[in-house]
């Protein structure tokens, strides 16, 4: 299954060189993982999002989101972001941001 590229790379440039930063290839696309801890990444056209699992309902109040269910069974502390809310690297920022803290403050695997 194909993922957007593009967007891929946008994710890199609002990443920059983190220490820890590494890509792994899952469900179906890119993650982008810090420490060993899932962060961000791209499912088809759309940035999946890794949060705090008590920001869920907060993050899915914000446009163009929806609960990231591949399996039937959503899982708190994960959203995809639809293209539409991406548009600007601002708007990206603001999400990759959201997730690399998060990611960040969990223990390294």
């Not at 957007?4 to 060189?17: N, P």
């Not at 220490?19 to 499912?43: D, P, R, S, T």
């Not at 163009?64 to 995809?80: A, E, N, S, V, Y």
Request: hydrophobic content about 45%; some cysteine; aromatic content about 6%.
């Amino acid at each position: 299954m194909a993922f957007d590229e593009r967007l891929a790379t946008r994710i890199r440039g609002s990443l920059g060189r983190r220490k820890g930063l590494a890509e792994k290839k899952m469900f179906g696309g890119i993650a982008f993982l810090l420490n060993g801890n899932m962060c961000v990444g791209v499912h088809k056209a759309e940035l999946i999002v890794r949060l705090a699992p008590e920001e869920t309902d907060a993050a899915l109040a914000q446009p163009h989101t929806r609960r990231f269910d591949l399996t039937g069974r959503p899982m708190k502390g994960w959203i995809l972001v639809a293209q539409a809310g991406l548009k600007t690297d601002a708007k990206l920022g603001k999400w990759v941001q959201v997730a690399a803290k998060y990611a960040g403050s969990l223990p390294a695997k």
